[in-house]
């Protein structure tokens, strides 16, 4: 198994065990994203952590020092899209330097609120 295909299984679990299965779709998207990143570019020990609080953080570390940068790919371009992607699917993303390489994290608003109706009698 890949790892990045691992760190959706591994998300989509953790979501589950939290009753946030519907937030599941968008989660494994940006994992994947940000996961592929970090290996593609950085190379060495990645760490992927989720963190429930007033939103859903999704964080991903791995050894490099290089940030990331947004950009809009052209349509010919073969990549280029995934960061402009999570930005899309995220309320507010960022990275921060470590002692060992840097922390890119995400937030994504928690089921309730999304907006969905409260079900509870």
Known sequence: MSVVAAAR?????????????????????VVSEL????????GGPIGLRL????AL??????????????????WSDEGGRGLFLIAQLTTRWGSRYTRSGKTIWTE???TAELGLPDLSL
């Open 9 to 29: 299984k591994a998300a989509a679990g953790q979501l589950a065990a939290w009753g946030l299965d519907e937030l599941s779709f968008t989660t494994e998207l």
């Open 35 to 42: 996961v592929t990143n970090a290996v593609r570019y950085a």
């Open 51 to 54: 963190i429930r609080g007033d």
């Open 57 to 74: 953080v999704c964080e991903v570390n791995d050894p490099s020092n290089t940030q990331p940068r947004l950009r809009r790919a052209r």
């Open 108 to 110: 994504q608003p928690l």
